[in-house]
C-alpha cells in the first residue's frame, strides 16, 4: 500500500479542507485519511460527465475557495481534476500525484487542464497550475509495460525537441528492467526540466510551448480514431511514438532533419510499441481530424512542429496534404 497522507502535511495549515480525486486503478495500492472520489482513469473516460461527478464531491463535502484537490492518477485524472479545480467556485487550489510514467513527466506538470469533447482530444480546458506536483517513483513498480512504453514515448520526445544528448540516453536505456530505479529517476528528472523550462517561457502556449506538440497532430489523429471505432484503443504515448515517426519523416522532407532519427523512431517501434492499426479509408478521415488541431489558424491549414535537427524545433509550420499522407504511407509501411 502507498500512502501518500504525509505528502499533504504541508498543505494542511493553508486549506480549510483538503480533497482527494483518485483513479480507481489504485483502489488496491493507494490509501489516504483524506476524503477521496474514486474515478475511472483513460482517454475514453475524459469526459465531462467525469467532470460533473468532481464538482458534485467537491459540492457534497462543502469545499470553499480554500480548499485544496489533491489528484492521484494518470494523466486522464490530473487533465479532469484540474479542471474541476480550474471552475468550481471560479477556481480552487490543486496538486497532482502523477502515478504513471507518462502523468510524472509530462500531463501533470505545465497546468493544462480540460476534457475531449465532440470528438476533439482536449476541446474543452483552461490553463490553470497546480500548486505542486509530487514525483514518488515508487508508483511505476505496479505499471504494465504498456504504460511504461507509453510515458517513454514522452520522454523521448523532450530529447528530440531540447536535447541530442537525452535522446541518446534514452536510446541505451534498457527498457526491459523494473522501472523504479536510479537511472530512470534521473531521466524523469531531466524530462521534467525540459518541460518546466519550455512551460515558463510561454504557459499558455502563444508560441514556443507548441514544440512540446511534436508528434501530437498526427498522434492525437492516431489516437482519436481508435478511441471511436471498434478498435482497441491506442495509449497516448504510442500515438505520440507513431505521430513522430511521421511527423520526423515530414520534417525529413521539409525541414532537412537527418534521416537516422526517423530509422531510430521505427527500430524503437518494431522493437518495443508494434506497428499502428489503420487502413487506407482511414487515413483521409485522420487528415479530417487534423484539421481541427487547436493549433490551427485557419480551417484549411494544418501545422506541425517539426525538426530541423534534433534540438532544433521549428512550429507553426503548414505542411502540404501530400506530404502528410505520404508520411502516413510511410508509418504504415515500415
Ligand atoms: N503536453 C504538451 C503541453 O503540456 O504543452
Redesign the pocket.
Known amino acids: 500500500m502507498c500512502d501518500f497522507s504525509s505528502f499533504l502535511a504541508p498543505f494542511v495549515g493553508s486549506h480549510d479542507r483538503i480533497l482527494v480525486v483518485m483513479s480507481s486503478t489504485l483502489s488496491s495500492i493507494g490509501t489516504c485519511s483524506y476524503p477521496t472520489l474514486w474515478l475511472e482513469d483513460g482517454e475514453e473516460h475524459k469526459s465531462l460527465q467525469q467532470v460533473e461527478k468532481i464538482w458534485s464531491f467537491l459540492l457534497g463535502e462543502q469545499a470553499t475557495r480554500h480548499s485544496l484537490l489533491v489528484n492521484v492518477g494518470g494523466g486522464t485524472i490530473t487533465d479532469l481534476g484540474g479542471f474541476a479545480a480550474a471552475t468550481y467556485k471560479r477556481g480552487i487550489s490543486y496538486l497532482n500525484i502523477p502515478t504513471t510514467l507518462l502523468a510524472m513527466v ?2 501533470a ?2 497546468g ?1 487542464t480540460g476534457f475531449d469533447y465532440g470528438q476533439i482530444k482536449n476541446c474543452i480546458g483552461a490553463f490553470h497550475a497546480p500548486v505542486d506536483t509530487i514525483i514518488d517513483t515508487r508508483w511505476l513498480s505496479s505499471l504494465p509495460a504498456k504504460e511504461r512504453l507509453s510515458g517513454y514515448a514522452e520522454m523521448l520526445k523532450h530529447g528530440l525537441i531540447a536535447d541530442k544528448s537525452y535522446w541518446e540516453q534514452l536510446l541505451r536505456y534498457d527498457l526491459h528492467q523494473e522501472p523504479n530505479n536510479s537511472q530512470m529517476q534521473q531521466l524523469i528528472e531531466r524530462s521534467i526540466g525540459i ?1 518546466q523550462l519550455i ?1 515558463s517561457q510561454d504557459p499558455n ?1 502563444t508560441g514556443l ?1 507548441q514544440v ?2 511534436f508528434g ?1 497532430t498526427i498522434g492525437h489523429a492516431l489516437e482519436l480514431s481508435t478511441l471511436h471505432s471498434k478498435l482497441s484503443t491506442l495509449d497516448h504515448g504510442y500515438a505520440v511514438l507513431y505521430g513522430m515517426i511521421a511527423e520526423a519523416y515530414i520534417s525529413h522532407v521539409q525541414c532537412g532533419l537527418d534521416k537516422n532519427v526517423i530509422t531510430q523512431l521505427a527500430h524503437l517501434m518494431n522493437e518495443y510499441y508494434g506497428k499502428p492499426q489503420c487502413n487506407c479509408k482511414q487515413v483521409s478521415q485522420l487528415i479530417d481530424k487534423m484539421r481541427q488541431d487547436k493549433k490551427n489558424t485557419n480551417a484549411n491549414d494544418i501545422r506541425f512542429t517539426l525538426l530541423k535537427a534534433i534540438g532544433q524545433p521549428v512550429w507553426g509550420q503548414v505542411v502540404p496534404e501530400s506530404l502528410i499522407q505520404e508520411s502516413l504511407d510511410y508509418l504504415f509501411s515500415i
Open positions: 509530462d500531463a506538470w505545465g493544462k518541460k512551460v502556449e510551448r512540446l506538440n501530437h
